[in-house]
């Protein structure tokens, strides 16, 4: 099958190891059936220099704790597809959790519907005017056009979600679960304020106990309320939710923040041994394999030819991918294929590790559970428009290593694996994947297409594989943050780019978001100019900005603050990039900052080893603050971007410049003339995308 190989190809035996590979150990699988498991008990957490006897029990167990939950399931999951195949119905249960999650994916997406729609309200009041005034309403009619757009798409999704769970009938019976909902749901919009105070926020909130179907969160009682056409009730819940969790967005971040720094850590650590260099690229070569071509005549498929792959050895007895019922369908089929792929996976990295004799990584396979019910319908409904096909992590195993020459062996013996076809990848050990959406998490995780035989047939499965750090992997499972938290933070949206971007004019709300931890990219071009007739106060809002900058829960990486004129204020946002940790980019050409602010910025740069790229372009800062700028560059190793053109040096002050800056790898941006015009005009076309973003009010 994969790489070329026939689809038709005789098949190796399935087996699972029974010694699992570990460091030290030279022994390699032998097949036994799946009834021969012996399970054991966990084994207490390892010490920090285990026995070789240790580390195989401690994988032996983890392995066989896994295989066991998931077999444990499988009479549960075909006796729910029996169910559906006999009465026409999903089972009660599983229909209160598609129920209650359908609610908070409806929830969710309203938040975020409404924010769009305020923060477009926003701008147009405020700085469109500004714009307007200058002359620019073609650029403004452009702008507009593609915001409307791309709202109203969103307001369509919307519009999808609310009608599914009607559409999903009569295969699904949400009536008792929402009857019993709208009964604790008070009359008036006071009153559901005053509730919205007192509930969880989401159902994935770690602080509290798992809430049931039939039990009310915020996110769930907006999407009741929306569901049911309630504005003034969901309005009031929305205003309580956004209070909430911008209040919770700096707690979690706070939280986060510490797995990000030691995910960092290892991530050095890893990438600081020699050789690793090598490594990172032919990862990144690897990522470029794939999709890999498919059968006898190698061809190549995109994603939706190899979802009628899928679809084509699905059974008669399948329903449309846009019913829920099919997530119980393939739910079923995913219980015997997390084995089926634990299975190859496993053999795939034994031979991998033992290739020439030798015991490299130490790696090991840890099959993973299906995917609730629950999660694969909300991230359906939120992001696959209730095509359940979309979701194709359903089953997954985890390959865990302890280098990163390790993680590039594993991933090049997958890729070369007859057994599995790569459709796509991540590589999130990239130097330049930015890990902090994601929590500061990183892996290599492979997409792959692969055959599990059953009573029914064989059928072609997607499956997701993950390879990663031992490190990592103990990150994420710590119990006061991880993935307890991450998935927290992922339900509230704090790790959604419409969320943590920010693009408009400048308002204290938006200040307030920046120290709070919620914004990371903030694109305020000419947003301190006039509004409409209202001159600001640069100095108080240049402070409140700066203030926010320096707050430890400020995570802002990219800061564009080109063309509003800031003048002396600049100097504030010098000050403040002193103490800031987070910001990596800022943009700060167009703002006359002249010869002081050069030097501001030059005291800023001689302390901060977080920024990578500065622009300073059009600030008239002279020869002495360019000379400023030069001594600086003699101790600052970290930025490798810098724009210092139209600032009216002589020949001697970019001599100097360029001396300082030496045989760093980057651009260094002189002498190249910036045009007045191009420069009005850049400061009116804002990205379309961030224009419009999801900001939390």
Same mark, same amino acid.
């Given at each position: 099958?994969?790489?070329?190989?026939?689809?038709?190809?005789?098949?190796?035996?399935?087996?699972?190891?029974?010694?699992?590979?570990?460091?030290?150990?030279?022994?390699?699988?032998?097949?036994?059936?799946?009834?021969?498991?012996?399970?054991?008990?966990?084994?207490?957490?390892?010490?920090?220099?285990?026995?070789?006897?240790?580390?195989?029990?401690?994988?032996?167990?983890?392995?066989?704790?896994?295989?066991?939950?998931?077999?444990?399931?499988?009479?549960?999951?075909?006796?729910?597809?029996?169910?559906?195949?006999?009465?026409?119905?999903?089972?009660?249960?599983?229909?209160?959790?598609?129920?209650?999650?359908? =609610?908070?994916?409806?929830?969710?997406?309203?938040?975020?519907?409404?924010?769009?729609?305020?923060?477009?309200?926003?701008?147009?009041?405020?700085?469109?005017?500004?714009?307007?005034?200058?002359?620019?309403?073609?650029?403004?009619?452009?702008?507009?056009?593609?915001?409307?757009?791309?709202?109203?798409?969103?307001?369509?999704?919307?519009?999808?979600?609310?009608?599914?769970?009607?559409?999903?009938?009569?295969?699904?019976?949400?009536?008792?679960?929402?009857?019993?909902?709208?009964?604790?749901?008070?009359?008036?919009?006071?009153?559901?304020?005053?509730?919205?105070?007192?509930?969880?926020?989401?159902?994935?909130?770690?602080?509290?106990?798992?809430?049931?179907?039939?039990?009310?969160?915020?996110?769930?009682?907006?999407?009741?309320?929306?569901?049911?056409?309630?504005?003034?009730?969901?309005?009031?819940?929305?205003?309580?939710?956004?209070?909430?969790?911008?209040?919770?967005?700096?707690?979690?971040?706070?939280?986060?923040?510490?797995?990000?720094?030691?995910?960092?850590?290892?991530?050095?650590?890893?990438?600081?041994?020699?050789?690793?260099?090598?490594?990172?690229?032919?990862?990144?070569?690897?990522?470029?394999?794939?999709?890999?071509?498919?059968?006898?005549?190698?061809?190549?498929?995109?994603?939706?030819?190899?979802?009628?792959?899928?679809?084509?050895?699905?059974?008669?007895?399948?329903?449309?991918?846009?019913?829920?019922?099919?997530?119980?369908?393939?739910?079923?089929?995913?219980?015997?294929?997390?084995?089926?792929?634990?299975?190859?996976?496993?053999?795939?990295?034994?031979?991998?590790?033992?290739?020439?004799?030798?015991?490299?990584?130490?790696?090991?396979?840890?099959?993973?559970?299906?995917?609730?019910?629950?999660?694969?319908?909300?991230?359906?409904?939120?992001?696959?428009?209730?095509?359940?096909?979309?979701?194709?992590?359903?089953?997954?195993?985890?390959?865990?290593?302890?280098?990163?020459?390790?993680?590039?062996?594993?991933?090049?013996?997958?890729?070369?694996?007859?057994?599995?076809?790569?459709?796509?990848?991540?590589?999130?050990?990239?130097?330049?994947?930015?890990?902090?959406?994601?929590?500061?998490?990183?892996?290599?995780?492979?997409?792959?297409?692969?055959?599990?035989?059953?009573?029914?047939?064989?059928?072609?499965?997607?499956?997701?594989?993950?390879?990663?750090?031992?490190?990592?992997?103990?990150?994420?499972?710590?119990?006061?943050?991880?993935?307890?938290?991450?998935?927290?933070?992922?339900? =509230?949206?704090?790790?959604?780019?419409?969320?943590?971007?920010?693009?408009?004019?400048?308002?204290?709300?938006?200040?307030?978001?920046?120290?709070?931890?919620?914004?990371?990219?903030?694109?305020?071009?000419?947003?301190?100019?006039?509004?409409?007739?209202?001159?600001?106060?640069?100095?108080?809002?240049?402070?409140?900005?700066?203030?926010?900058?320096?707050?430890?829960?400020?995570?802002?990486?990219?800061?564009?603050?080109?063309?509003?004129?800031?003048?002396?204020?600049?100097?504030?946002?010098?000050?403040?990039?002193?103490?800031?940790?987070?910001?990596?980019?800022?943009?700060?050409?167009?703002?006359?900052?002249?010869?002081?602010?050069?030097?501001?910025?030059?005291?800023?740069?001689?302390?901060?080893?977080?920024?990578?790229?500065?622009?300073?372009?059009?600030?008239?800062?002279?020869?002495?603050?360019?000379?400023?700028?030069?001594?600086?560059?003699?101790?600052?190793?970290?930025?490798?971007?810098?724009?210092?053109?139209?600032?009216?040096?002589?020949?001697?002050?970019?001599?100097?410049?360029?001396?300082?800056?030496?045989?760093?790898?980057?651009?260094?941006?002189?002498?190249?003339?910036?045009?007045?015009?191009?420069?009005?005009?850049?400061?009116?076309?804002?990205?379309?995308?961030?224009?419009?973003?999801?900001?939390?009010?």
């Amino acid at each position: 099958m994969g790489n070329g190989a026939s689809a038709g190809r005789k098949k190796t035996r399935r087996v699972v190891p029974k010694t699992h590979k570990v460091a030290g150990a030279a022994s390699v699988a032998v097949p036994r059936q799946d009834s021969d498991y012996d399970y054991a008990p966990p084994s207490a957490r390892l010490t920090k220099q285990p026995t070789k006897q240790e580390l195989e029990a401690f994988v032996r167990n983890k392995v066989d704790r896994a295989i066991r939950k998931i077999t444990s399931e499988l009479t549960q999951l075909h006796a729910d597809w029996t169910t559906v195949m006999e009465t026409g119905t999903i089972p009660e249960n599983l229909a209160a959790d598609v129920t209650a999650e359908t =609610l908070d994916a409806i929830g969710t997406m309203y938040c975020t519907v409404e924010s769009l729609k305020a923060q477009k309200n926003e701008i147009k009041g405020n700085l469109l005017k500004s714009i307007i005034g200058r002359n620019r309403t073609s650029d403004v009619n452009v702008n507009l056009d593609k915001q409307n757009q791309w709202v109203n798409a969103q307001m369509e999704r919307l519009k999808q979600a609310k009608s599914t769970l009607s559409e999903w009938s009569p295969g699904l019976d949400s009536a008792p679960v929402l009857a019993k909902l709208a009964g604790l749901v008070p009359e008036s919009s006071a009153q559901i304020a005053a509730l919205c105070n007192s509930l969880p926020l989401a159902s994935t909130d770690p602080s509290q106990p798992d809430p049931s179907p039939t039990s009310l969160t915020v996110q769930r009682l907006m999407g009741l309320c929306v569901l049911n056409d309630k504005r003034k009730h969901a309005a009031a819940a929305l205003k309580v939710y956004n209070q909430r969790r911008g209040q919770a967005t700096g707690e979690l971040v706070a939280t986060i923040l510490k797995d990000i720094e030691s995910y960092d850590a290892v991530c050095r650590e890893i990438t600081g041994v020699p050789g690793a260099e090598g490594v990172l690229l032919e990862l990144d070569r690897l990522s470029h394999l794939a999709p890999q071509p498919f059968g006898d005549d190698l061809k190549p498929l995109d994603i939706e030819g190899f979802d009628d792959l899928v679809l084509s050895t699905a059974g008669n007895d399948a329903p449309r991918s846009s019913r829920v019922e099919y997530a119980v369908y393939i739910r079923k089929l995913a219980g015997a294929g997390s084995i089926a792929l634990y299975n190859i996976v496993a053999n795939v990295v034994v031979a991998a590790e033992t290739a020439d004799g030798s015991v490299h990584g130490g790696a090991y396979v840890v099959p993973g559970g299906v995917k609730k019910l629950a999660r694969c319908v909300f991230k359906t409904v939120t992001k696959y428009n209730c095509d359940f096909q979309m979701c194709k992590d359903i089953m997954r195993c985890t390959v865990v290593t302890t280098s990163l020459a390790s993680v590039a062996q594993i991933v090049k013996a997958i890729f070369a694996s007859t057994d599995v076809v790569v459709v796509r990848v991540k590589n999130r050990f990239a130097a330049g994947f930015d890990s902090k959406p994601a929590g500061g998490y990183r892996d290599y995780q492979l997409l792959v297409v692969f055959k599990s035989s059953g009573k029914e047939g064989e059928r072609w499965l997607y499956g997701e594989i993950q390879v990663n750090l031992e490190q990592m992997v103990e990150i994420k499972a710590r119990p006061q943050g991880g993935h307890a938290m991450y998935k927290f933070a992922r339900s =509230l949206a704090i790790f959604d780019e419409n969320v943590y971007t920010y693009s408009g004019s400048w308002s204290k709300r938006a200040a307030d978001q920046i120290a709070a931890g919620v914004l990371m990219n903030v694109n305020m071009q000419g947003a301190f100019t006039e509004i409409g007739n209202i001159v600001l106060n640069m100095s108080k809002i240049i402070g409140q900005l700066a203030a926010s900058l320096r707050s430890p829960k400020c995570r802002v990486q990219h800061l564009n603050l080109q063309y509003n004129d800031l003048k002396s204020s600049g100097r504030d946002i010098a000050d403040a990039l002193r103490d800031n940790t987070s910001v990596v980019a800022i943009s700060m050409g167009g703002n006359a900052l002249g010869p002081e602010g050069g030097i501001a910025f030059a005291e800023a740069l001689k302390i901060n080893d977080s920024l990578t790229s500065v622009d300073l372009c059009a600030n008239n800062l002279g020869d002495e603050g360019g000379n400023a700028i030069a001594t600086a560059l003699l101790t600052n190793t970290t930025v490798c971007e810098l724009g210092l053109s139209n600032n009216g040096f002589n020949l001697e002050t970019e001599a100097e410049i360029r001396k300082a800056w030496g045989t760093r790898d980057g651009t260094l941006e002189l002498s190249k003339p910036v045009k007045e015009a191009s420069v009005r005009q850049s400061a009116s076309l804002l990205n379309v995308k961030k224009f419009c973003v999801n900001i939390v009010r």
